[in-house]
Nanobody, 124 residues
């Protein structure tokens, strides 16, 4: 599976962005999908995950109520809608594909495929 993330950019605090991740291959629906982010000088952290069918999601506490993850298995895409953005959301955002059980975790363990990352910068 190859993953291509897009949609990053520069936005003011309080604004919104929508990230998308396009997956290649015909087995997209066999993977749980996740979004992670890494800010300069910090470790990569979990942001959100969605189950293979899309009926279950998991969000980091820091983004609950602001971010929404969704997927369209017919289009091989997973999206991250980010609202009420804060400067601390500034990071490179990565999409990842993993085994079904990763929906129950918040670590990167179990994710087998990673996209190249897209930069999100939130100005104050």
């Amino acid at each position: 599976v190859q993953l291509q993330a897009s949609g990053g950019g520069l936005v003011q605090a309080g604004g919104s962005l929508r990230l998308s991740c396009l997956a290649s291959g015909r087995t997209f629906s066999s993977y749980a999908m996740g979004w992670f982010r890494q800010a300069p000088g910090k470790e990569r952290e979990f942001v959100a995950a969605i189950s293979m069918s899309g009926d279950s999601t998991k969000l980091a506490d820091s983004v609950k109520g602001r971010f929404t993850i969704s997927r369209d298995n017919a289009k091989n895409t997973v999206s991250l809608q980010m609202n009420s953005l804060k400067p601390e959301d500034t990071a490179v955002y990565y999409c990842a594909a993993g085994r079904g059980w990763v929906i129950h975790t918040t670590t990167s363990f179990g994710y087998d495929y990673w996209g190249q990352g897209t930069q999100v910068t939130v100005s104050s």
